[in-house]
């Protein structure tokens, strides 16, 4: 099985950098997604990362340790619009599923 | 359409009813998926279809649960004799092919039900 865990709440201001952190414990997967929940909408997609390193798109990165088991997402120049909840999946081993985390709910405030 | 659609966006039931959700995926995804959140929860696997095939149904939590797929594209989640658990919200997401090859998975706005 899988076990994944993030923070449950962080919060911080405007144009700050904040980072989300992820750890799993998995017999094995098929790469890492981030993606961004605002109440009551659908989640979208923000990263995937596959191979070990660095993932940048904008304002927000994302990396993935598999010798660790841990992953972050960064968010840099924070904005109220920020404020969300963000979900860490893994791709189960038979590259079908996500295995969700439960979330970690970012606030953002000025 | 443009993105994922549900329907219906809430539904209430009495417990014992059936209910039936639906889902329009992105045109020409062949992937499928059905999650459900519950509150504090996270987003829980339910049903995996490739085209109109379920070969991943290893989420559905009983036998009261199924679903279906037809001509590529609508999906019906169909809940027998809900219970009071099975209040949740039930998402629906679609892929151009399976996202084990990195290809993100779209989600629907989804369909909130409440079992009284």
């Known amino acids: 099985g899988q076990n994944i865990d993030q923070p449950t709440e962080m919060t911080a201001t405007e144009g700050a950098i904040v980072q989300i952190n992820c750890t799993y414990q998995t017999s094995g997967f098929n790469g890492l997604f981030w993606y961004q929940q605002h109440a009551g909408e659908a989640p979208t997609f923000l990263s995937y990362n596959v191979l070990d390193g660095l993932e940048e798109k904008g304002r927000f990165s994302s990396f993935l340790s598999r010798s660790k088991g841990y992953s972050y997402l960064l968010l840099k120049e924070l904005q109220m619009k920020d404020s969300a909840s963000y979900l860490c999946?893994?791709?189960?081993?038979?590259?079908?599923?996500?295995?969700f985390g439960k979330g970690t709910t970012l606030s953002v405030s000025s | 359409g443009a993105g994922v659609s549900q329907s219906p966006s809430n539904k209430v039931t009495e417990k014992g009813k059936d209910v039936e959700l639906r889902c329009d995926p992105i045109s020409g995804h062949t992937a499928l998926y059905w999650y459900r959140q519950s509150l504090g929860q996270g987003l829980e696997f339910l049903i995996y279809?490739?085209?109109?095939?379920?070969?991943?149904k290893s989420g559905l939590p009983s036998d009261r649960f199924s679903a279906e797929r037809t001509g590529g594209s609508v999906s019906t989640l169909t809940i027998q004799r809900t219970q009071q658990e099975d209040s949740a919200v039930y998402l629906c997401?679609?892929?151009?092919?399976?996202?084990?090859?990195?290809?993100?998975?779209?989600f629907g706005p989804g369909t909130r039900l409440t079992v009284l």
């Open positions: 997401a679609s892929s151009s092919h399976r996202t084990g090859a990195g290809n993100e998975q779209f």
């Open positions: 999946a893994l791709v189960d081993q038979a590259g079908t599923a996500l295995i």
């Open positions: 279809f490739q085209g109109n095939s379920a070969p991943d």
